[in-house]
């Protein structure tokens, strides 16, 4: 069964580094998200991305975050400058283009940690 | 605002017995309603949707779950649970105009006891 994959699992850094978040959606899906939990926390919507450009952000998704395409395979989440606060589970979902409802397909999650 | 609402923020039931996980939704319309497992160390699992039809709605594992338009509610059941259920349990909506962004409820931990 086709699956949702990011890399790496964990990814330590210090305070003010960038660090950018890989994912690799399901093949024929259009839709792309991402999502980050907070230790403790509800999972929370940051941004969704299809057609090359962004469809929807939250109030999360300042300017220190950005989305990209870079093929046509995989799905980034660069965060240019980490924050404290910016330690937390991030999960990429994707979906297909079937209409409204579409299920999203989530990733196993990349555990960052800021120092 | 859309929200979502899972009361009980951590269940403890005997492996057999039967389980009830609450969600409630704050929306309009009807929304589209999903539930996710998220077990420890996993990403986040569909067990079951909810876009129209039959209000009774069967998902994996043997868990199903029934909208009821009149109480906002999208419960999530199951008639025996098994050890293998330990886990997060997150009810979650969208609006239902397209692909669009999920709107979670800060879960329900099981734990389950023999």
């Known amino acids: 069964e086709p699956e949702v994959t990011q890399t790496p699992s964990h990814q330590v850094t210090q305070m003010g580094q960038e660090v950018i978040l890989r994912c690799v959606p399901i093949?024929?899906?259009?839709?792309f998200y991402w999502y980050r939990q907070i230790l403790g926390q509800k999972v929370e919507f940051l941004v969704s991305f299809y057609n090359n450009e962004i469809s929807e952000k939250s109030e999360i998704f300042d300017d220190q975050f950005s989305v990209e395409r870079p093929d046509g395979s995989n799905f980034t989440l660069k965060i240019r400058s980490t924050k404290l606060e910016d330690s937390a589970m991030y999960f990429c979902a994707s979906s297909g283009g079937q209409g409204a409802g579409d299920t999203q397909y989530f990733g196993p999650g990349t555990r960052l940690t800021v120092l | 605002a859309q929200s979502v609402t899972q009361p009980d923020i951590h269940i403890t039931v005997s492996e057999g017995a039967s389980l009830e996980l609450r969600c409630n939704y704050s929306y309009g319309a009807t929304p589209y309603l999903f539930w996710y497992v998220q077990s420890p160390g996993q990403g986040l699992q569909l067990l079951l949707k909810?876009?129209?039809?039959?209000?009774l709605v069967q998902g994996i594992k043997g868990f199903e779950a029934e909208f009821k338009r009149s109480q906002s509610s999208f419960n999530l059941r199951k008639p025996s649970v098994h050890w293998s259920d330990a886990a997060e349990y997150f009810c979650?909506?969208?609006?239902?105009?397209?692909?669009?962004?999920?709107?979670f409820g800060t879960g329900t931990r099981l734990t389950i006891i023999p």
């Open positions: 093949s024929n899906h259009l839709y």
């Open positions: 979650a909506v969208i609006r239902g105009f397209g692909n669009e962004k999920l709107t």
């Open positions: 909810y876009f129209s039809g039959d209000t």
